[in-house]
């Protein structure tokens, strides 16, 4: 059995079936799974389900900063009653196949929920066992990670009460979803040492997976001369492959010039990690992967409609769209889904494009942000007029704090924007 809810405002309503059918099917109540079936409702669709377990809605973006002690967790979450479209049926259970042949959706309780066309936005999997020794490792007192909302207010406590020794803070080689949040929480953290005295006797080291700092430039001008206002000991390619407890010792792989691959150990007193990051389990080598060796749903990247399966769009995490994997992102692909979608729907050739526009918040002090805009060929893509968002800014900050929240809460999850 599984839950089926429709809000329609207030209190909402609960029925229970076996099994269902539903015009336009959503697989996922994250950013991208809300804000298309919002926009399907705005655009007049009546017959939406929607697929989503959790019973909460998470403003994940914030995490780095209650990470960094300035924002409170509670401001990030909703109950998912309180997000989910008026009309739209929530079907609270976790997909487990897609059956793109035969149309439907299997959920973990037995039932199934048949479809005429089916948008995929589950999001994307962290795979905390992955590092060995990290799932014990976090639950100690000097590691932590803001992808998670306990974690990041455990963050918090660690940055306040850090005194001096060795800051370790990693990325990895997986894809992750806001792939600047290990140095946002960095940055903000080394600038909250230096105000109170404590970074002078401090080693602050990024162990970063990648070659370099950041992938486009000029913001990687930008970002180099912060890395040396705090002076941060960047190690590139150090990749996190183990971290032990008892020792506080993290285990890197280091690659070199020559490819080659050896072990380095770094002893640590604080430890901020980023787990590796996959496709959900139920994706992976499953019929909408394709040829995608990672198991993401495979897309045509413009439209974002599957190649084989022309009743099937993806966006968001899951997808295997190459950019980087942000809320902006997927701001930017749900009107591409929702026209080429409808389009399909009436019988026509989905001609919406989507050019692969991200944006990544990078916020460098605890009241200075970056905000880098880039598109599919790895080009800067400036969206605000008359300003010069290549420079550290008290109002990009601002905007990072207050107007984004605001524009997610309601605009994007609300299908205006």
């Known amino acids: 059995m599984h839950d089926t809810q429709t809000w329609t405002g207030g209190a909402p309503a609960v029925t229970r079936g076996r099994s269902g059918r539903h ?22 669709e009546q017959d939406i389900g929607l697929v989503e377990p959790a019973d909460q809605h998470f403003y994940q973006p914030l995490w780095t900063l209650v990470g960094a002690g300035i924002a409170d967790a509670q401001e990030s979450v909703r109950p998912m009653a309180n997000v989910m479209p008026a009309g739209v049926q929530w079907i609270r259970g976790r997909a487990v196949v897609i059956d793109p042949e035969a149309r439907y959706v299997a959920l973990a309780d037995g039932s199934r929920v048949e479809y005429d066309f089916l948008i995929v936005a589950p999001g994307i999997q962290i795979d905390w066992g992955a590092i060995p020794g990290l799932a014990e490792a976090l639950r100690t007192d000097h590691v932590a990670s803001v992808y998670d909302i306990g ?25 992750v979803k806001c792939g600047g949040a290990p140095q946002k929480i960095m940055y903000v953290s080394s600038d909250t040492w230096r105000r109170k005295g404590v970074l002078k006797d401090a080693h602050v080291i990024f162990g970063n997976a990648g070659k370099v700092i950041f992938g486009v430039q000029p913001f990687r001008d930008v970002l180099t001369g912060v ?6 000991d960047v190690r590139h390619r150090h990749d996190l492959i183990e971290v032990r407890s008892e020792t506080r010792e993290a285990v890197f792989e280091r690659t070199g010039e020559d490819e080659s691959t050896d072990r380095v150990t770094i002893r ?29 749903v495979a897309i ?3 439209t974002m409609q599957h190649p084989r399966y022309p009743d099937i769009f993806a966006l968001g995490d899951a ?36 050019d692969g526009y991200s944006s990544c918040p990078l916020v ?54």
């Open 23 to 44: 015009r336009i099917l959503i697989i996922g109540g994250g950013t991208a799974g809300i804000t298309v079936a919002a926009r399907l409702r705005r655009a007049g």
């Open 151 to 175: 974690h990041a207010r455990r963050m918090a406590h660690m940055v306040g009460r850090f005194r001096g020794g060795t800051a370790l803070f990693t990325s990895t080689s997986t894809p």
């Open 227 to 232: 890395v040396a206002r705090y002076g941060i």
């Open 268 to 296: 640590y007193d604080l430890l901020h990690v980023t787990p590796r990051m996959s496709a959900p389990d139920f994706l992976k080598n499953g019929p909408l992967a394709g040829d995608d060796p990672l198991g993401w």
């Open 300 to 302: 045509d990247k413009h």
């Open 319 to 354: 997808s295997n769209a190459p950019t980087a994997r942000t809320g902006a992102a997927i701001r930017k692909q749900a009107p591409v889904v929702v026209d080429n979608l409808r389009a399909v729907m009436a019988g026509r050739e989905p001609t919406a494009q989507y």
């Open 364 to 417: 460098t002090a605890r009241n200075r942000m970056l905000l880098a805009e880039f598109d599919y060929d790895q080009k800067p893509a400036p969206s605000i007029p008359l300003l010069n968002t290549f420079k550290e800014r008290y109002s990009m900050y601002l905007l990072k704090r207050y107007g984004l929240p605001l524009l997610y809460w309601h605009g994007m999850l609300k299908g205006r924007a």
